[in-house]
């Protein structure tokens, strides 16, 4: 395989961006071993990059590290940015979900207005002469625990509240030279892979009326992320 592409910087994927070059530099990833790069890359976007609705799914890697919060699509932008700054080829997998899986985080108008058809993606890592996919990063675990709190009662399939998964006791999560898959289980259109979201989000994304972007942008996203921390904080 020609890795060359699957390492290289783009708009999106701007990694060489000194914040983070800096986080890099401080959790001292450069210095383990490959599996270990991913694992812990892979943990620290799961885990410390919370569940949460972005501005726009274009902006880049630096952005969502700022904002400290994501979901499938900035997530893995700046998965993909981390990974290939370690020097691990990676590359994403675009799709587009039922939107029913947003059901809970989306509520009311917000939910009846967006599409029916959600853009999404995860991303695909080469390790070992093998393409992983991982999926499972987009939810922390403080989040889906409380979810899964919340649904204790649900035996084996589960799909709302940004999950979509055949056992929602016990979701395939933990990268350990597998794939791990949290929303797969509502994907309803395959757009096949790309060497970067840049090049998918040319062909592909979320197909919205100015207004309806305006809408998401200022008033749906911050009402999805307040009902995210509802879930996560709940008692």
Not at 70 to 77: A, E, L, P, R, V
Not at 89 to 106: E, L, N, S, W
Not at 201 to 222: D, M, P, T, W
Request: net charge positive; with cysteine.
């Amino acid at each position: 395989m020609n890795s060359e592409n699957y390492l290289l910087p783009t708009r999106m994927l701007d990694f060489e961006n000194a914040s983070i070059q800096m986080l890099i530099e401080k959790r001292g990833w450069k210095s383990l071993a490959q599996f270990e790069q991913i694992k812990a890359i892979y943990n620290f976007v799961r885990d410390e990059i919370l569940f949460g609705y972005n501005v726009d799914d274009d902006i880049p890697a630096s952005k969502v590290l700022k904002d400290g919060y994501g979901q499938c699509n900035t997530k893995g932008t700046l998965f993909m940015a981390l990974l290939r700054a370690c020097g691990i080829p990676c590359r994403v997998h675009g799709f587009t979900i039922d939107k029913k899986i947003q059901k809970g985080a989306m509520t009311g108008f917000v939910y009846k207005n967006a599409p029916k058809n959600v853009f999404h993606s995860w991303v695909e890592v080469f390790f070992e002469d093998k393409w992983y996919e991982l999926e499972a990063f987009i939810l922390d675990k403080k989040y889906l625990k409380q979810l899964q709190s919340i649904n204790s009662t649900c035996r084996g399939s589960f799909c709302g509240f940004g999950c979509a998964v055949k056992d929602l006791k016990n979701p395939v999560i933990d990268f350990d030279r597998n794939n791990t898959y949290i929303q797969s289980e509502g994907i309803n259109q395959d757009f096949g892979v790309y060497d970067s979201p840049d090049e998918l989000l040319k062909e592909h994304g979320q197909e919205l009326s100015l207004v309806k972007k305006f809408a998401y942008r200022h008033f749906g996203r911050h009402l999805m992320n307040r009902n995210v921390k509802k879930i996560r904080n709940h008692k």
